[in-house]
């Protein structure tokens, strides 16, 4: 059976490669391996806990809050720290437009390419390219002359002969199958997306300080000042602006992002039907909207913390972190037995290459074959992300959600099976962003409201020295990352880390097969995928970049030989 190499995936963040069987047109089996090694949880141990954010939000650079956010949970449930509302308000705030302009980027820049053929947009008409945009959106960039200016800027970069960020595709590939116009609208969003992205996001700047490595994190609160009457404080001005930054994001999710995925997605409704995967969910749940100290039992959260299982969207299972652990049977690592897996408050880091030595044709699938572990859930493999978080919401009677799929569902005339897809995982995406775009002035109102009534407070004090401290204490931390669930475990000793463990949202997606055989999300989800050329394999990209890849998250590079090749001296 012909096998089908795609190494690297690109248009992701990190290194991943995918082999598949292609038996007639469809694939048979698929394989997943991260090909980099990651070794931060080595490089945390013996650290401050209280530092552990830092280094772990540089595990990516892109979702890098994420971890941050992800790491001081952990040291705060470990120590029982509960944290004052503004900093979790704050928290919500910067978390929420990191997701919309993560998801934004994701579809315009990362994953339309699989859909929209740049190159066929030189035979759009613009005056026709105008009627379709004016017929989805009032968006006042859809002028005949607009549209025309924007096929001359895509015209020029076909005559120089360098596409640039247009070239890596497979332009002209039967699968594509959008008019010219729609191609034409879709690459004129793709360039107003990379503006308005780089706008809306410098909310991380006035909250973070700077993005992407947000630098006012800090367990037990944050450590952005909030003083209405200081220039040097969050304030009346800067919340002004802030507001005015999310308006812009509003507009753009709603009259851009979702009246394109609305055009396209009718051109491609067989993919409704492609891509399914595990039909098991995992999601962490986030946005908290009252106070706690307990991950276990974080509280109300805007989006639910869920399983589900076998499609079941009758019934969300609770989820219960102590149910989470890691198999290395088929990933470069060492446990005293391969085949049992770990929580990760025993987790190790042990890597043991025994791979190819490249060059090489194909991966030992029957071996080890990727640094990724592969987390499960109560030993069944999961899958997380947007498509987990809005089932778990719809489940469980979410009212945003619920109003938000069931429109786009009719508006595509096709039922909730439909979400178990590609097409449905690329959907899910966009309702979630639409969700939380809709979310951001309100906390924002909502965090304006604390402070107005004399609430300044930011930081939770007591717990900071280490003399109050437990000897020996352990915690994990959560979020739902725009990827997925994120977790981080921490076991600290004498008021140093004695173990940390990482389990990524693209550990889980990506995982390769388990002790038993299982499949990871990506792993299952190729099965059944059509493809047309097996020389240009687009139907794999489309399903694999569906899920939205961060690699980086999951692996890391390490010098081949070992050896140390630079030195940092600290004082």
């Not at 980099?36 to 806990?49: Q, S, V, Y």
């Not at 009259?255 to 609305?262: C, I, M, N, T």
């Not at 492609?274 to 909207?289: A, H, K, Q, R, W």
Request: hydrophobic share 40%.
């Amino acid at each position: 059976m012909p096998r089908v190499v795609i190494d690297p995936v690109t248009r992701i963040e990190g290194h991943l490669r995918i082999e598949a069987e292609v038996s007639g047109r469809n694939v048979a089996s698929a394989w997943s391996s991260g090909t980099m090694f990651r070794g931060l949880e080595t490089i945390l141990k013996g650290r401050d806990p209280r530092d552990a954010w830092l280094f772990t939000q540089r595990i990516c650079g892109v979702c890098t809050t994420v971890h941050a956010i992800c790491s001081v949970r952990a040291v705060e449930d470990a120590l029982g720290i509960q944290i004052p509302p503004n900093a979790r308000m704050i928290r919500n705030i910067i978390e929420g437009i990191q997701y919309v302009q993560d998801h934004v980027i994701h579809f315009y820049h990362l994953h339309a390419l699989d859909w929209v053929d740049i190159v066929k947009a030189l035979d759009a008409d613009p005056a026709k390219t105008s009627q379709l945009a004016q017929s989805i959106s009032d968006w006042p960039k859809s002028s005949a002359a607009y549209f025309k200016g924007v096929k001359e800027r895509v015209q020029a970069f076909v005559k120089s002969g360098q596409l640039g960020p247009f070239a890596n595709a497979y332009w002209g590939h039967p699968a594509y199958k959008l008019p010219p116009e729609a191609n034409l609208m879709a690459v004129a969003h793709y360039l107003e997306a990379l503006e308005w992205q780089r706008e809306v996001i410098k909310a991380h700047a006035i909250l973070g300080g700077k993005n992407p490595h947000l630098q006012t994190y800090l367990v037990g609160g944050m450590s952005c000042p909030v003083d209405p009457n200081s220039q040097a404080g969050l304030n009346a001005d800067s919340i002004a602006y802030l507001k005015e930054l999310f308006a812009k994001a509003k507009e753009f999710v709603e009259k851009v992002y979702l009246p394109d995925v609305l055009a396209v997605a009718p051109f491609y409704l067989d993919w409704a039907k492609v891509g399914e995967g595990l039909g098991n969910f995992l999601s962490f749940g986030d946005f908290p909207l009252t106070d706690t100290k307990s991950s276990d039992d974080p509280g109300d959260l805007f989006l639910p913390r869920g399983v589900i299982l076998n499609r079941d969207l009758k019934t969300v299972h609770p989820v219960d972190q102590k149910k989470v652990a890691e198999y290395v049977t088929h990933s470069w690592y060492s446990y005293e037995d391969d085949k049992k897996s770990k929580h990760p408050w025993e987790g190790e880091t042990r890597p043991n290459y025994t791979g190819p030595k490249p060059p090489y044709k194909y991966l030992n699938v029957d071996g080890k074959y990727s640094w990724l572990k592969a987390p499960r859930y109560d030993d069944k493999a999961v899958e997380v992300g947007p498509l987990a978080r809005m089932l778990v919401a719809y489940a469980a009677g979410h009212p945003r959600v619920k109003h938000w799929i069931d429109a786009v569902l009719a508006k595509l005339r096709v039922g909730p099976e439909a979400l178990f897809s590609t097409l449905g995982r690329t959907a899910a995406r966009c309702i979630e962003t639409v969700v939380i775009a809709e979310q951001l002035i309100p906390w924002t109102d909502e965090l304006a409201a604390n402070i107005s009534k004399g609430d300044l407070r930011i930081h939770e004090q007591k717990h900071w020295e280490p003399s109050t401290w437990p000897k020996e204490a352990e915690g994990w931390g959560w979020t739902e990352a725009p990827r997925g669930a994120l977790g981080h475990w921490v076991r600290i000793k004498d008021g140093k880390i004695e173990n940390y463990q990482c389990i990524v949202p693209t550990t889980w997606n990506a995982s390769p097969r388990d002790a038993s055989g299982q499949p990871g999300a990506y792993e299952a989800a190729l099965v059944g995928t059509p493809v047309a050329d097996p020389e240009k394999p687009l139907e794999i990209l489309r399903t694999i970049h569906s899920f939205d890849p961060c690699i980086a998250c999951a692996v890391h590079m390490v010098e081949p030989r070992g050896r140390k090749t630079f030195y940092i001296s600290g004082c």
